[in-house]
C-alpha cells in the first residue's frame, strides 16, 4: 500500500456505505458480534480482534473476517463508480477490524456506521505526525471542519471532523486516530450530513468506550 492508503480507503469506504441504505444491512445481520452485558442502559459491547467499542441497542455488528464477499457484491451492485471501494476493500482485507452500523436509518435513507481500521506504523511515528500526512493526503471530496487532540481512556487521540461530497453522497464523519504500540487505530464514524449534529453525542460517549484488549 501506498502511504497512507489506509487512511483513504477507510474514509472513503465508511462514506460508500453511509451511501447503500439499510439493504446492506439486513443482509448482514446474521454476522453481527454483540455481548448483552454493559456499563450503560441499553448499550451494547462489540468486539473484533483486540478492539471493543460500545454503541446503543439499537446498533448491528459485523466481523469483516466473515462475509466480506457480501459487501463486495453490494458496492459492485451499485454501478461502476463503486467499484473501486469493493476492490479496495479485496486487496486490504485486514485492514478493516470492526464494523457495526445502525438499524435505525434516518431521514437520510443512508446507513450511519462507524469503522474500526488499523495501519502499522513506525514506532517513532507520533499521532500528530500522522494526521499531518493524512491531511496532506485528502482527496479533493473531503474537507476538514475541525481539528484537535483529546483522551480516550488511556489514550491520546487525533479528532477529525470531515464533510465529503462522494459521488453524490453529503456525508459528515467523526474519526479518531489513537496510537498503540507500532499501531495507528482509526475509528470513523459516519452518517448523513444533516443528522450528524444530532448523532455527534452518541459518537463522542461511544468513542469514549473504545479499548485495545492486552495481547498475550
Known amino acids: 500500500m501506498r502511504k497512507n492508503d489506509t487512511f483513504w480507503v477507510c474514509v472513503s469506504w465508511v462514506v460508500v ?3 447503500v441504505g439499510a439493504a446492506v444491512v439486513f443482509a448482514l445481520l446474521a ?3 454483540r455481548e448483552h452485558s454493559t456499563p450503560m442502559p ?3 459491547k462489540f468486539e473484533a480482534g483486540v478492539v471493543e467499542l460500545w454503541l446503543p441497542e439499537s446498533w448491528e455488528g459485523w466481523d469483516p473476517t466473515e462475509g466480506i464477499d457480501t459487501v463486495v457484491e453490494k458496492l459492485q451492485n451499485l454501478g461502476p463508480g463503486f467499484d473501486k471501494y469493493a476492490q ?4 486490504n482485507p485486514s485492514m478493516v477490524v470492526l464494523w457495526v452500523y445502525d438499524l435505525e436509518v434516518g431521514e437520510s435513507g443512508g446507513l450511519t456506521n462507524v469503522l474500526v481500521c488499523k495501519q502499522g506504523v513506525f514506532s517513532t511515528m507520533t499521532v500528530d505526525t ?3 500526512l493524512v491531511l496532506q493526503s485528502l482527496p479533493a471530496q473531503f474537507q476538514v471542519t475541525e481539528q484537535g487532540t483529546v483522551r480516550l481512556t488511556d489514550h491520546e487521540a487525533g479528532r477529525l471532523i470531515l464533510e465529503a461530497d462522494l459521488s453524490g453522497v453529503e456525508a459528515k464523519e467523526l474519526m479518531y486516530v489513537v496510537k498503540e504500540g507500532t499501531t495507528m487505530w482509526l475509528i470513523t464514524y459516519s452518517t448523513g450530513a444533516q443528522e450528524f449534529d444530532q448523532r455527534l453525542p452518541v459518537f463522542e460517549q461511544s468513542a469514549l468506550t473504545f479499548a485495545i ?3 498475550e
Open 42 to 44: 441499553g448499550w451494547e
Open 213 to 215: 484488549q492486552d495481547q
Open 17 to 19: 456505505l453511509a451511501a
Open 31 to 33: 454476522g453481527n458480534s
Open 88 to 91: 479496495q476493500l479485496v486487496q
Open 130 to 132: 500522522y494526521l499531518g
